[in-house]
């Protein structure tokens, strides 16, 4: 998945660069989106990131791409690897500003931990390969 944010004033620390928290919230958010696209109807909550480090700072008025791909798919947990660049307006390439792999476990109502794949048929057990985007269970073809 990819998604774009511009960096607006009101998201800048003290010194004029981009506040970190504003850039966790986004990972978050926007991986929170993939995992949702991924397995429609499921309820997943964040458990945690790899790593948090800032490569580089971010001024107001840059263009950010955020490029979320799917990893691993554990019994309760997906993990997702996340790329974010930056992108200033007076430039023509993107520098890298932050990675990191960040993990979500499905839950039920109750906030338990349930399998990924609780909802899905019995063809849909294998956790072999994740379902295509949209899907939230594997065909025949795609096993």
């Known amino acids: 998945m990819i998604s774009y944010k511009l960096v607006m004033p009101e998201h800048m620390n003290q010194y004029g660069a ?9 990972v978050d958010e926007i991986a929170w989106m993939a995992v949702s696209l991924d397995y429609p109807g499921a309820r997943f909550v964040t458990i945690g990131m790899d790593r948090v480090e800032f490569k580089k700072s971010v001024s107001g008025g840059s263009i950010l791409r955020f490029e979320i791909v799917r990893q691993r798919v554990g019994r309760t947990s997906v993990t997702y690897e996340v790329h ?12 890298v500003i932050f990675s990191t792999d960040i993990t979500f476990v499905r839950v039920d109502e109750n906030g338990e931990k349930i399998p990924v794949f609780a909802a899905c048929d019995a063809h849909c057990q294998t956790e072999a390969a994740p379902p295509s985007r949209g899907t939230g269970c594997q065909t025949e073809t795609e096993r």
Not at 20 to 26: A, I, R
Not at 84 to 91: A, G, I, K, M, T
């Open 84 to 95: 974010v660049s930056r992108r200033e307006l007076h430039q023509s390439v993107e520098d």
């Open 18 to 26: 981009l506040f970190g928290g504003n850039l966790l919230k986004w």
